[in-house]
């Protein structure tokens, strides 16, 4: 039983140390040392203590400090381990509001406060298993059911192949923990079966390096390099190329509103130059406010999020494709319908920034004539804004890539593959998701995903964040 303790407990540690402020990694940790007590309490009933007793290593106050121990960690695995896996199918399924996880992880606790007091403990541990089962069992039924409705919702490529571990490494051990440390003990009486748990644990430990290491497990991606080194030439890189992209974007309309200037002043009649000239100084003025926020700030994202007005906002973002004529060159049509009413909590320049990549790839998904469509959804918790296209669309098997730095469908080598790289980041930053559909050869919707309560009806009046 020692490689029990021992590999789940390294599971825990490498959880912790990777990602140690999101609750559901924390979570998963926790269920990872719970479970983990109970080959630490039998390590030492069967090797530790007769090992000490055959070499006359033991003294009484020896012998009852590992008893203690050993009492502790029986009772954590038993009690401890259904309390946080449920917690952990809470947290990482997001489908209860944060302020109710936090008043249900007291009161999920509490069933383990009689679970003390029924439990023999004199001379040794001996849990009452029949109370144990009416409460543990629906604690991880529960948790199983929660995780795999919110696998089977999720949209996110990405988010969905970090799932994969829990749902198809961890599910048959939570299964074997139910059927041999409590059904077994509270309605047979059998307590052997538990020593198969070595063979579930290796499979269990074997996963999660393997699946780890190719898409994340439990939420976390396993790196075997240098992560400070690695960490700051990412957020250089990351900073840097963003700018790249945006100079790159904002260069190319400066230039057709350039070519648009220059043909009109070629003639004499009719010249109204407002339009274009307007055009210029939004390009520009967007261009300066992008360098200065990531000039200083290549580390993370900052957010500066006041109210504004998503119908103006996505129409002048729209206004700057049609002016440049990248939609009339392409017989492209774009199409908004946002209600005049709704203001958006948000950072004007990233949302701006994340409009014109998803227009201007949209644009460039469609040869000769397409429509894009850009409106709004309100669900329960969660305000949307779809773009969608009627372009080429990406392959099935090709979805989950988009997402990733420097991946771009394009071939042109024109294109650095960032863009929605850096929208994906900006929508996390504000504890939303950007979630892509698409078909090939009928086009392809973007999803952004805001928290409902970024969303206001009425009239604009609260600085949010500075």
């Given at each position: ?25 924390r ?15 039998r ?85 009452n ?10 604690y ?6 929660i ?12 988010i ?6 829990t ?9 074997f ?10 309605f ?11 063979v ?49 974007n ?8 350039s ?21 210029l100084?939004?390009?520009v003025e ?52 946002i ?18 990549n ?109």
């Open positions: 039983m020692i490689f029990v303790f021992i590999a789940l407990w390294t599971i825990a540690a490498v959880l912790l140390i990777n990602d140690p402020k999101t609750k559901s990694t979570w998963a940790a926790l269920t990872a040392f719970a479970g983990g007590g109970g080959g630490l309490s390590t030492i009933t069967e090797n530790v203590l007769p090992y000490m007793h055959k070499y006359d290593l033991s003294t009484p106050t020896i012998d009852q400090i590992l008893l203690t121990i050993q009492k502790i960690g029986s009772f954590m695995n038993h009690s401890g381990t259904p309390y946080c896996f449920l917690m952990y199918g809470l947290t990482v399924s997001q489908l209860i509001p944060a302020k109710r996880v936090k008043i249900l992880s007291y009161l999920l606790a509490i069933p383990i406060i009689p679970s003390i007091l029924v439990s023999k403990w004199s001379p040794v541990l001996v849990p298993f029949k109370f144990l089962f009416f409460w543990c069992v629906p991880f039924l529960i948790s199983i059911g995780i795999t409705y919110s696998f089977i919702k999720e949209k996110n490529p990405i969905r192949q970090e799932k994969i571990f749902v198809t490494v961890v599910f048959p051990l939570i299964i923990q139910i059927l041999v440390n409590y059904t077994l003990k509270a047979f009486y059998n307590d052997h079966a538990w020593r198969f748990m070595p579930m644990i290796a499979f269990v430990f074997t996963g999660f390096i393997v699946l780890g290491t190719k898409y994340g497990s439990l939420g976390i991606k396993l790196r075997f390099e240098r992560q400070s080194l690695g960490r700051t030439m990412t957020s250089l890189v990351s900073g840097t190329s963003i700018l790249n992209h945006t100079l790159k904002e260069l190319l309309k400066i230039s057709l509103f070519d648009n200037i220059r043909n009109l002043t070629k003639k004499h009649e009719g010249i109204d130059l407002d339009q274009h000239l307007l055009g100084d939004h390009s967007h261009l300066k406010e992008m360098v200065m926020r990531i000039h200083g700030h290549t580390q993370e994202i900052v957010l500066q999020e006041i109210e504004e007005h998503l119908n103006i906002l996505v129409n002048e973002c729209s206004e700057q494709f049609v002016l440049s004529n990248c939609t009339a060159a392409n017989n492209i049509r774009i199409n908004v319908d209600p005049e009413d709704i203001y958006l909590v948000c950072d004007r320049v990233h949302l701006v920034e994340i409009l014109n998803l227009i201007r790839n949209a644009i460039e998904s469609m040869k000769n004539v397409g429509e894009i469509k850009i409106y709004t959804l309100t669900g329960k918790k969660n305000f949307s804004i779809y773009v969608q296209d009627s372009g080429s669309g990406i392959p099935k098997d090709k979805i989950h890539l988009v997402l990733h730095p420097f991946y771009s469908t394009k071939k042109t080598g024109k294109n650095f593959g960032l863009g929605l790289s850096y929208c994906f980041n900006v929508m996390q930053k504000i504890r939303g998701n950007l979630i892509v559909l698409s078909e090939v050869d009928k086009g392809t919707t973007i999803i952004l995903d805001f928290p409902k309560s970024k969303m206001v009806i009425g009239k604009a009046s609260t600085m949010i964040g500075g």
